[in-house]
Each structure stands twice: as structure tokens, then as C-alpha cells.
């Protein structure tokens, strides 16, 4: 190395100033941005943009964030971007936990060396709604080093993403960065010589900075010709290793930096050694460091400077003149902040929150807070600290109420700590207590959308509550019901059979929080309860190879479905694996099984989040044995019969007792259309079944057999029958069978049933309820059935109701409005479940015992037996006080038809009646009780010579039959006719007349029967309708003849166009007394022969209407 120096000494080399990467102290603050009070004069909302500025620097620099300005209502992802001039992207970063609006600031994942003196642009994209300055980049603006570049600034581009390019009006979209200066000016000077043969060397400088600063880069001037690896290291003076960095990607020569990626901090006035290894050649200049050398807050001492070791990775400490080696070092200068700018609350304000948020002005570049808070101003009381704070907010919770309390506030420039603000003082609201209502006290609830209330015992109006709630009994987690106006809540959502904890946060309507109620805590819904099966159980035997099973739960819960196992066998069969799932009643129908088996099953309830409940205990029951298949013995209709429905019930008989079996029917249309023996309906459990829909004026003819399960019997005898022509699809007005005539009905629910007075088809079926008068709006629309089930009654209250027909035609009238009332005391008793003998079902003893059971305990119940020969339970005989559920009736009449109704009794109520069950009694050689079969139920006829047909339900000696028919109620002046077959045809019937008629059988002994149910039917008063082909120009009603008439006359009307006609009569106040004729009518001349034997003489009116033409004529009977 002398060798070297005396070389330097020789040439006499100028002495050029140290090239050292000093910071220039612009002010107290260490980081800057281009904009600093400017905020956007107006916003834009007609795309989505990238957005940007073009900015450049005085001095070298590193950016540490990227910024811009939202305005209200932008939403959406966000991504900032710094680009070189040409478009090459540099980084990006995205942005996260955004503010309504304002400025938005995304810190890059590692700073960003910029140069001095080049443009670079930084942009974000845009989604919706931006900021817009128009001309506001038409001078340039400069903040400190950083400043916008001249010419078109402000630049976009219409794809948000891509690099923006395009400008407008030189307009300011307000995109920015965060930068920290790092050198005034890198110095132009150059080694004056390079410099070989010396062997690899460690070369460095030895420096002091005044202030505490931040090791970014090492750096060093790299000759041309010099290779191999670099390593950079900073010294302490005692030759203590701080930190080390490599080089890479260098160029050929020039300055080459390496950045110090940890946290290494200079002193003040400390000297520091920074040196980088030479491989072969290196650059010098001669007494360069003879003097001292400052720049910004760096010097390089004089003398003894230029330090080197012929060891490369040594420290080095040989000092040989004062050359310049050029290492360098890059720091940021750590600046004691300055003390913040208290905001809120501010200073003296009353009436604070007790879980404000203080808020102070943010520092640029600081990299923390720290803030104290104390109950007296020298900070000494209950004092808190907090620390590392990074933004300039922090929310507190936990003051108390009523109180005063002293902030302050610091910044740090790691590690230099600024000094404190000044003190602020404020005092909290008064206490206000709020107290929750309901649920408390871990009550557990019974339905899955609770009711949360709360009250303020002070009063007072516009306060706000937060509503909080958590699983976790410490709330550490908690879902939080915000700035509610109202003190109750319906929470939703809940998870089932878990217990909550809740709270309510009261604050005003400013949003300050004046307390906290305590806590409590409730069970939500939805327990997974354990079952308790109910029938059948006992090693119970049923009669039916389709069994409903039941069950019930000791306890409430809600949105439970159930899972059931059955297996043939004892309870041991039982595996623990479904066999049923998804069950949602508290019944199955278990189809499929075989006669004479033992069955056993348990159930088990599951949550809607999959909890289960244990298995209920396990139950059997048996299968009666079959005793093989018997062929049954088709008994209604049969023998060709006019029926006057589209849906009639088919009936038939076994002729020994055999349980346990099901059937199946086959019906088919035509009397010479052959049986194909594949079932209609199957699964039937009873001795009867309701037909599917036929057609009206069509013959049929049907078959039935049994199945135990395994084996199927023959088919019965074929059996025949007529549907009587009617026309379809016109809306009947039903008549309301129950409840009526103010019924007491008791239950809070009950079934609503009615009949029709006529045939039709394809009806569908509207009812009104309520209390107090009907509006004539329909309640429940679209239902099929001849009644619907309504619940939500409310008890002890009149009830009034009525239904109507609907067809596509439109609806009818309603029918006659009925009335009901509910019991007045809420019913605790459970309704009964009829077991045996149900579903007109052969019993083979006078003395049948009757069985029922309950899906819930019976604990503490009675039942009351009612039994009567009449399906409406007229003159019903009552057994109460029945401690067991099942009794045996004695000395019943052989071959009747019977039915029954249980209800149970707690002390106080009754409950419901069950469903009514029937059966018959085996007749054996006594004469058997007759069944209506057809007209039935009030039904029209469509003519004065009706056929009326019955059956027997179940066989016995039947040697003929008497039919008795009257025009009263009561069945007085009945005329009578006895008949070998079970129909008959009667003559001469008064048209437009109501019409009564029963049946009984007689046996070879001549003994007679029981009379059947009375049932009814109506005759149309059109005695006779002829339609002429002649097709006619125009709707006409002509005048009716003779007119005045006793009782008969002639109506005489055109129609010009197929459509659905009405021909009605009214009295002269303008109401309807009878409907003439109506219906689908071709085109025609008609005529219509009327009786009016039942109308009294007087006025009236008769009016055609239909396909928008209604023609009123008048007519007048004498009598």
C-alpha cells in the first residue's frame, strides 16, 4: 500500500470531496408526499378508471407507500402502482381496511430507491366515483424534494390496471406517494485512478453522523476490470461487527449498492467504520479525506481516514495518508417527531362516552404511537399506556362513568420518541341503567327466532342500544346487533340447544355509550330431546301390515327431524342404524310388513347443525297372523247402480276374520273392457276406498283382492256400476257440515268440512274465518279435500266461517255462513288416537274391546267412549271416567255398522274428539244394518227417476230388502218398497223436490235389520229440456207459456254460441230462489218444461245469462 501513496504524493492529484449518500434535513418530518392541502374540487361517476401522476425528485429517494384520495360512494378493491415513464411496472400494492373516504394509504411490501432528477408515475384505479381537479396540475407542485412533473399531467387510462398514459385538462386525480429523501445530490466526482497488484485488500470509511439515523444501503464505486464477489460491512471503531450485505447483480463499473435489510441504528457522534472488499482492482484518490468532509447530517472525519486490511473481511484499521476509497453509506436520519395535535375529545368536553375514541393529527413519518390516559393530570392515578399504536385513533373501553380523565400523546421514529402533547382533559356521562327483560336467568326457550326485550328504568327517548350475544360465557367472542331504536330484538340464526349469553350496550343518540346492562343468559330452541315412542309398544299386536308408529317428546323443541329403526325381531335386533331418515312429524308409516312377525324400533331426534338425541327405548309389537289370503267379496256398487258422484267409495267384505291384511283394487272403464289384474290402488288398509276420478255417464266395473304381505288372494267377482251424466265443472255451492250451529270445539285447531249438494268436477275450494262479520275474502285458497285444518284459534272466542267452490268457470256463492266457538280455557288434555277396530274393520264378537292411545303421557288422565250407529254420533251413548286406554263394549247388534270417538279429560277440560273410527259387527245368520251407497250427501239428480242403491258391509243372511222414501226429514208418509236386490229404481218423483230414504235387510227368518242412516237427495225442477238442431243468429229468452201457470210452464231461449249459460229465477225483491238450468250449452234452440209447484204464487223473475249477454223476462205463477 506505500507504494500506492507514493504514487498519489508524486502525481500531486487534485483532492476531490468524499462522495457520500447523505439525507438533507428538510424539516423535522422524515417522509413526504407530493400533495399536501389540497383536496379535489369536484368528483367523476361515469367509469372505472386507472388513474395517476407523473412526479419526480430533487434527491435520491426511497418510497415507502402509495396513496390517493377517496371520494364518497367509490367502492371496491383497490391497487396502487408505481411505473417508470415508459410504462414498465415497478410495484404495486393493494389496499385493505379503507375509510368511507378521504385519503387512502397502502405501505409497500419493501421501500423503493428512486433517483433524482427521473419521472416516474404512480396511479390507483378507480371503480366507480374519483376525484377530479380540472387544470389543477397546470403549474407544477412541489412539496420539499418531491414535486409533479411539468407538461400534461394528471393521466388515466379507460382499462383500470393497465399504465395510464392519457391526460385531460392537465386535471389532478389526487394519487400520491410516501417518500423519504436519501441524498441531496450523488456526487459526479470519480476515483482519480484505479489502482492493481496490491492483492485482494478490505477497503473502508471511517464516519460520524450528528443525529440518530437508519442504515438503508452500503455502497462503493466499482472500478472497470474488477471482479469476483463483494461484501459490505459496518464497524464499530473498536472493530465490532454491525452488519454485513452482499452485492448483487452489479454493473461493469460505477456505484453499486447492497441494502441492509435489518434494523441497524447509528449514534450520535459515534464513529462508524463501513468498508467493502477489492478483488483485484480498486479506485482511489489521494488526500481526498485530508479535511473534514460533511454532508447533511454525515462527516467524514480528517486524518487517520481511509482505512484498509490487507485481509478482505477484516476489520480495517491501517491507515496510510488520507486516500478515498469511495465506501459509502445510505441512512435515513431518525428526526425526533414532533408532539401530535390533540383532535377529540376535545379538551373539557363533558358528557363523553365511557368507550370513546380519542383522536389526534397523524405525523408523517412517524412509526408509532404511544398514548396515557389517568384520572389526574400528573399522570400518576390509575395511569394506562399504550403502546405501538399505529394509526391516530385508539377506541378505549373500560372508563367509568361520571369521571375525569387526562390523554396525551407521543410520536416515535424508532427509537427516537418525540415528546408528549399537551394534555387534554374530558369527563364521562352519568350513569344510566338499562336492565334486560326476557330471556334471562338461563331459561330455556321454545322457539327459534326468540324475542329479546329490554327497558330504561329512567325513560328518557333517543337512545340507542347495541345488542350483544356470544356462546362463550366470558363474551371473549361475541356477534354485536348495532344502534338499535327500539328496545327488543327477534335474534335469528341461533344454533340449536346452545346457551347464550347477552348483554345491551345503552348509548344516546350522539352514539355515546352511558352503560352496560348485566349479563344473562338463556337456552336456546332445538334441544335434540329423546323420543318417547307410544304405539305401538308392549309387544302390542296390530291388525294392519301398514303400520303408523308414534311417538312424542317430554319436552318442547323446535326444527327436529327424527330418525327411526325397525327391525323384525326382538329389541336385540335393534343396531343403532337408521332404517328411516329425515322424518319430520312425530309418525311414521311403516309399509312392507308380514303377518305374524314381532317387530321392535326406536327413535331419536336430530338438530338442524346434526345433533343427535339418544335413542328412545327400544319397543315391539306383532303382526296378527293372516291365516292365509281370503278372497274379499266386492259389496257396494255392485250390480250395475247409478252413482251420483264422480268419486265413489267402493266396499267390500271378508267372510271369516282375518287381520293383518291390505288390498288392491283395479277399475277400469267399459263393461266390456278386460281387467289387465295390474291395481288401481294399492296399500289400502281398510274394507274401503275411495275411487279415483271418473267420468261422468260412464260404465265401470272393478275387482279387489287381499295380501298378507306375501302372497296375494284372487280377485273378487267383478262388480259394475254407472256414473250418472252430469255436467262438469261447474262451481257448486257446498254446504258446511262441521262445526256448525255454534259447535263447541275443543281445541285451539279444528277441521273444517263441508259437502256438495250436486256432482262436478275439477273444483278446488276456498274458505273464510274470522271473528266478527266475513268481508268475503277468501282466507285459504286451493285446497283439494272436502275440508281443511285451521289452527290459531284463540280461545273462548265465536267463530264464523264459510266456504265456496271454485272451477275455472270462477267461484260459486259462498255457502251459508256456520259459527263456532273454542273452548275457553287452554286445552292441556291431549286428543286420542283410535287404535282398533277403525276403517269399517269386521269385528267377530258382540263384545268388542276397544283400544286407543295417546302421543304424550297419559299421567293424570281420564277418557270419555262415545259409540252410536250414526256416522254423525246422533244419540251417541258416553262412558267416562275410563282410567285405561281401551274398553270393551257389550251386547252389540249383530251385522250393524258402528261408530266411535274418544276424548280425554284432565280435571278441568276435554280434549278434542279423536278422529271417528268404525266397524261392523259379524252377523252371522241375524239380519245386517244396510249402508247407503248412492244418492247421498243432499246430491241433485239430474232427473225425477233416480236409482238408490245400498250394500251390506259385511255378508250374512239377506233374503230381500225394504226401502222407505218420503219427502220429510223425518221419515213421516214414507212409501215403501221391497226389493230382492240392493237398488231400486222409483217413478214419478215431484221435480225440483227434496227427497229422503233408509234401508234395512231381512233375514230367512223374517227378521228385520236396523234402518240404515237416512240420507237425501234433490230432483231438478226441469222436468223436460229439448234442444233444436237449428243453429240461431242471435241470443233470445222468449216469454214463458202459458203465463200466468199453475204449476208448469214452458221457457223458450236461443243461444248463438257455445259457452257456459245460466237460466235462474228470482222473486221480485231480487233474490235467487232456484237455478233452472246451468251448464256448458252448445248452440241452440232450447226448451225447458218447469214445475213450480213449490214456489208460491206471486211475481218473479227469469233471467239467461253467460258469454257476456243477460236477458231478463218476467213471468207470474197463480195457484
Not at 237425501?1016 to 229468452?1037: G, I
Request: glycine share 10%; net charge neutral.
Amino acid at each position: 500500500m506505500q507504494g500506492l501513496f507514493r504514487r498519489f504524493k508524486i502525481l500531486n492529484l487534485l483532492v476531490l470531496a468524499v462522495s457520500f449518500v447523505l439525507l438533507c434535513a428538510w424539516n423535522v418530518n422524515a417522509q413526504y408526499s407530493i400533495f399536501s392541502d389540497q383536496v379535489p374540487a369536484a368528483s367523476g361517476e361515469d367509469s372505472d378508471y386507472e388513474l395517476g401522476t407523473k412526479f419526480v425528485s430533487s434527491h435520491p429517494a426511497e418510497i415507502t407507500a402509495i396513496r390517493f384520495y377517496k371520494m364518497p360512494g367509490e367502492t371496491g378493491a383497490h391497487k396502487g402502482t408505481v411505473w417508470t415513464s415508459a410504462g414498465a411496472k415497478i410495484v404495486d400494492v393493494s389496499f385493505s381496511s379503507e375509510s368511507p373516504s378521504g385519503w387512502q394509504t397502502a405501505q409497500l411490501p419493501a421501500p423503493l430507491r428512486i433517483e433524482s432528477g427521473t419521472v416516474y408515475v404512480v396511479s390507483v384505479n378507480t371503480n366507480r366515483v374519483y376525484p377530479i381537479t380540472q387544470n389543477g396540475l397546470a403549474s407544477v407542485i412541489t412539496n420539499a424534494f418531491l414535486s409533479t412533473a411539468g407538461g400534461d399531467n394528471g393521466v388515466f387510462n379507460d382499462t383500470p390496471g393497465a399504465f395510464p398514459s392519457s391526460t385531460y385538462n392537465k386535471s389532478n386525480y389526487f394519487v400520491d406517494i410516501v417518500a423519504s429523501p436519501m441524498d441531496a445530490v450523488f456526487t459526479s466526482q470519480v476515483p482519480a485512478e484505479s489502482f492493481s497488484g496490491e492483492g485482494p485488500l478490505e477497503l473502508g470509511l471511517k464516519f460520524t453522523a450528528s443525529a440518530m439515523a437508519k442504515v438503508r444501503f452500503i455502497r462503493f464505486y466499482k472500478v472497470a476490470g474488477e471482479t469476483g464477489l463483494h461484501t459490505g460491512n459496518l464497524w464499530d471503531s473498536h472493530g465490532t461487527w454491525l452488519a454485513t450485505v452482499n452485492f448483487n447483480g452489479e454493473t461493469s463499473e460505477g456505484w453499486q449498492y447492497a441494502e441492509v435489510n435489518q434494523d441497524v441504528y447509528l449514534d450520535a457522534g459515534v464513529t462508524y467504520i463501513v468498508s467493502v472488499n477489492s478483488n483485484g482492482l480498486y479506485g482511489a484518490t489521494k488526500n481526498a479525506l485530508a479535511t473534514p468532509v460533511t454532508n447533511g447530517i454525515l462527516t467524514a472525519p480528517a486524518g487517520q481516514n481511509g482505512v484498509y486490511s490487507n485481509t478482505p473481511g477484516n476489520f480495517p484499521d491501517v491507515n496510510f495518508g488520507s486516500p478515498n476509497y469511495f465506501r459509502d453509506i445510505v441512512v435515513i436520519p431518525l428526526y425526533t417527531p414532533a408532539a401530535p395535535v390533540l383532535l377529540s375529545p376535545s379538551n373539557e368536553l363533558t358528557g363523553v362516552s365511557i368507550e370513546p375514541v380519542l383522536t389526534w393529527r397523524a405525523i408523517a413519518g412517524v412509526t408509532s404511537y404511544t398514548l396515557q390516559i389517568a384520572e389526574d393530570a400528573a399522570f400518576t392515578v390509575n395511569l394506562r399506556t399504550y403502546t405501538n399504536l399505529t394509526s391516530s385513533s385508539l377506541a378505549l373501553t373500560g372508563l367509568s362513568n361520571s369521571k375525569t380523565y387526562y390523554w396525551r400523546v407521543k410520536g416515535i421514529n424508532d427509537p427516537a420518541a418525540g415528546n408528549y402533547s399537551q394534555a387534554f382533559k374530558f369527563t364521562t356521562i352519568a350513569h344510566t341503567d338499562v336492565v334486560l327483560s326476557y330471556p334471562t336467568g338461563g331459561v330455556k326457550l321454545y322457539t327459534d327466532k326468540p324475542g329479546l326485550t329490554w327497558y330504561v328504568p329512567a325513560g328518557g327517548s333517543g337512545w340507542k342500544y347495541d345488542l350483544i350475544y356470544s356462546t362463550d360465557i366470558n363474551m371473549a367472542t361475541y356477534t354485536t346487533i348495532s344502534n338499535l331504536t327500539e328496545s327488543r330484538y327477534t335474534l335469528q340464526g341461533l344454533l340449536a340447544g346452545k346457551t347464550y349469553y347477552w348483554k345491551v350496550r345503552l348509548k344516546t343518540s350522539s352514539g355515546a355509550v352511558a352503560g352496560y346492562s348485566a349479563k344473562e343468559s338463556f337456552v336456546s330452541a332445538g334441544e335434540a330431546l329423546k323420543p318417547v315412542a307410544s304405539w305401538p309398544v308392549g309387544n302390542t299386536t296390530v291388525n294392519s301390515l301398514s303400520q303408523e308408529l308414534y311417538w312424542y317428546l317430554n319436552g318442547a323443541s323446535v326444527g327436529l327431524s327424527y330418525e327411526l329403526e325397525i327391525r323384525e325381531g326382538t329389541t336385540a335386533a335393534l343396531t343403532g342404524a337408521a332404517t328411516n331418515e329425515g322424518i319430520s312429524e312425530t309418525h311414521f308409516n311403516v309399509t312392507g310388513l308380514l303377518s305374524g312377525k314381532q317387530y321392535s324400533w326406536h327413535v331419536r331426534s336430530k338438530t338442524a347443525s346434526g345433533d343427535y338425541s339418544p335413542w328412545s327405548e327400544a319397543v315391539s309389537f306383532k303382526t296378527a297372523s293372516s291365516g292365509g289370503v281370503i278372497v274379499p267379496t266386492a259389496s257396494w256398487p255392485v250390480g250395475y247402480p247409478v252413482v251420483y258422484t264422480l268419486s265413489p267409495t267402493l266396499n267390500w267384505y271378508l267372510g271369516a276374520e282375518n287381520a293383518g291384511l291390505t288390498f288392491e283394487v283395479e277399475i277400469v272403464e267399459g263393461l266390456n273392457t278386460g281387467f289387465t289384474n295390474v291395481p288401481t290402488i294399492s296399500g289400502i288398509n281398510s274394507l274401503s276406498v275411495v275411487s279415483p276420478l271418473l267420468t261422468p255417464g260412464k260404465d265401470y266395473k272393478w275387482q279387489v283382492r287381499s295380501f298378507d304381505g306375501v302372497h296375494y288372494s284372487d280377485w273378487s267377482k267383478p262388480a259394475t256400476f254407472k256414473v250418472a251424466g252430469t255436467v262438469g265443472n261447474v262451481p257448486v255451492v257446498p254446504v258446511a257440515s262441521w262445526p256448525v250451529g255454534g259447535a263447541l270445539v275443543y281445541s285451539l285447531e279444528t277441521t273444517l268440512s263441508w259437502y256438495l249438494g250436486a256432482s262436478s268436477t275439477g273444483l278446488e275450494y276456498e274458505v273464510e274465518y274470522g271473528q266478527g262479520t266475513l268481508s268475503g275474502t277468501p282466507v285459504i285458497t286451493g285446497i283439494k279435500a272436502l275440508s281443511v285444518n285451521i289452527t290459531g284459534l284463540e280461545a273462548g272466542k265465536t267463530y264464523s266461517w264459510r266456504v265456496r267452490s271454485r272451477s275455472s268457470l270462477g267461484p260459486s256463492a259462498w255457502s251459508k255462513t256456520e259459527t263456532f266457538r273454542t273452548i275457553a280455557s287452554a286445552v292441556v288434555a291431549e286428543k286420542p288416537i283410535l287404535s282398533w277396530p277403525v276403517k269399517g274393520a269386521v269385528v267377530y264378537t258382540n263384545s268388542p274391546t276397544l283400544s286407543w292411545f295417546l302421543n304424550s303421557s297419559s299421567a293424570g288422565l281420564t277418557f270419555q267412549l262415545s259409540y252410536s250407529t250414526s256416522s254423525s254420533m246422533t244419540g251417541a251413548v258416553n262412558f267416562n271416567g275410563i282410567t285405561t286406554t281401551s274398553y270393551e263394549l257389550k251386547n252389540l247388534t249383530p251385522g250393524a255398522t258402528y261408530y266411535w270417538q274418544v276424548r280425554s279429560f284432565d280435571g278441568m277440560v276435554y280434549s278434542a274428539p279423536s278422529e271417528t273410527g268404525s266397524f261392523v259387527v259379524f252377523a252371522g245368520n241375524a239380519a245386517v244394518v244396510p249402508l247407503a251407497g248412492s244418492p247421498i250427501g243432499g246430491v241433485l239428480v239430474g232427473d225425477i227417476q233416480p236409482v238408490l242403491s245400498w250394500f251390506t258391509p259385511v255378508s250374512g243372511d239377506v233374503q230381500s230388502y225394504i226401502v222407505e222414501y218420503s219427502k220429510k226429514p223425518d221419515m213421516s208418509d214414507p212409501l215403501s218398497l221391497e226389493v230382492k236386490s240392493n237398488s231400486v229404481r222409483l217413478e214419478k218423483l215431484k221435480s225440483g223436490s227434496p227427497y229422503y230414504w233408509r234401508v234395512l235387510s231381512l233375514n230367512s227368518r223374517g227378521e228385520r235389520s236396523a234402518f240404515s242412516e237416512t240420507e237425501t237427495f234433490s230432483t231438478s225442477s226441469v222436468t223436460k229440456v229439448d234442444k233444436e238442431e237449428a243453429l240461431p243468429l242471435k241470443f233470445s229468452l222468449e216469454q214463458n207459456f202459458p203465463n200466468p201457470f199453475n204449476p208448469s210452464t214452458k221457457i223458450e231461449f236461443s243461444i248463438a254460441k257455445d259457452g257456459y249459460y245460466s237460466l235462474e229465477l228470482y222473486n221480485i225483491l231480487g233474490q235467487k230462489v232456484y237455478s233452472i238450468m246451468q251448464g256448458n250449452m252448445k248452440a241452440g234452440n232450447y226448451k225447458v218444461d218447469f214445475n213450480g209447484r213449490d214456489l208460491v204464487t206471486g211475481i218473479y223473475l227469469y233471467r239467461l245469462t253467460g258469454n257476456g249477454i243477460s236477458i231478463v223476462k218476467k213471468m207470474m205463477l197463480v195457484k
